[in-house]
């Protein structure tokens, strides 16, 4: 049996799309919660079974959801490269920048190996009706984190090392996006049915900036993944020069209009995007703000999802609400 959402993402128009969330497996969900009052973000990460757990939890709570995502972090390719990831409740800081690294540096592998061991622990455990997903981080997302140290309100050094150093921002950004592609193959290899790379700070970037430095990137990683749907999350933006990227489609953000979305690219398949914040306005909100989603989404592949991940405040009761608005 093909998953839903695997059809989807194959470009298969279906009678109602399938679904799943952005940071569906966390911190929103009591059962998430009870396991971190006893092991710490890095102990999810690197313990097989710990993040298979919490994978699967979304899933068990919510029967209609056509997927899983697998529990990890878009960092774990820095830590790969050398830079030292810990992640304080305070948010992810590195020990070393990109910059205090070699570019030459080989990346070690070994670090995937856990998130390889939960992908097929997770394989095993889920019904065949539903698809399980992997995902890495895009190229000048990792470039942004990776010379900042720690999350940024502007990221203004990242920003400025694109021209102050442009030619060692491509090198770094050509590294990055070989190492994103290499762990997006191996999910693939470990049982993830479809693959999502997030470029969670593209909409930091001024249109020429992010398609001189971002976008090639992108493209770059894109280009080396095989074996399963591929979709790219360029958040907070949708230019039409996505149009040349070598992927089935789109995450759409938020901000972006689902119908402009569909107009500017009628031949990919569309993922979204009903706004976070919508599931804290309560179930009423939620659910007319998407079936509005669904509706416009009529007759073109769609997979249901939010325009960013869920929310820690966020009812469990009011996603069970969307979920079955969206599946009827």
């Not at 929103?28 to 009870?34: I, N, S, T």
């Not at 230019?239 to 690219?265: I, K, Y």
């Not at 919508?278 to 939620?286: H, M, Y």
Request: a neutral charge; aromatic letters at 8%; glycine letters at 8%.
């Amino acid at each position: 049996m093909t998953p839903q959402l695997v059809r989807a993402l194959r470009g298969e128009v279906l009678p109602t799309p399938p679904i799943w969330f952005m940071r569906q497996a966390g911190r929103f969900l009591p059962e998430y919660r009870r396991i971190r009052e006893k092991a710490s973000f890095e102990d999810l990460l690197y313990d097989s079974d710990l993040a298979a757990e919490v994978t699967l939890q979304p899933v068990r709570r919510f029967p209609k959801l056509d997927g899983a995502i697998i529990f990890s972090d878009i960092l774990v390719i820095l830590e790969a490269l050398g830079c030292g990831v810990v992640i304080p409740e305070g948010g992810p800081r590195l020990t070393r920048t990109l910059d205090q690294v070699d570019p030459d540096v080989l990346l070690d592998e070994k670090v995937f190996e856990s998130v390889q061991a939960a992908l097929r622990k997770v394989r095993a455990a889920l019904p065949e009706d539903k698809a399980l997903l992997g995902f890495a981080g895009a190229p000048w997302t990792l470039l942004a984190y990776g010379l900042e140290g720690k999350g940024s309100k502007n990221w203004v050094r990242a920003k400025s090392f694109l021209h102050q150093e442009p030619a060692k921002a491509r090198l770094w950004l050509d590294r990055l996006a070989d190492a994103s592609a290499r762990l997006l193959n191996l999910h693939i290899g470990a049982g993830a049915q479809g693959v999502q790379l997030f470029d969670t700070w593209a909409g930091e970037l001024d249109r020429e900036d992010y398609e001189t430095f971002a976008l090639p990137a992108a493209h770059r990683a894109l280009a080396q993944v095989e074996g399963a749907p591929r979709l790219y999350f360029p958040r907070g933006i949708l230019p039409s020069s996505l149009g040349t990227l070598p992927c089935e489609g789109f995450a759409v953000s938020w901000q972006v209009p689902m119908a402009q979305a569909r107009a500017q690219f009628p031949g990919k398949v569309l993922q979204g995007n009903l706004d976070p914040t919508a599931l804290l306005a309560g179930e009423e909100t939620a659910v007319r703000k998407a079936k509005a989603i669904v509706q416009v989404m009529k007759g073109a592949p769609h997979v249901f999802n939010l325009g960013h991940g869920l929310l820690p405040e966020t009812d469990p009761a009011v996603v069970g609400a969307v979920i079955d608005a969206v599946k009827g």
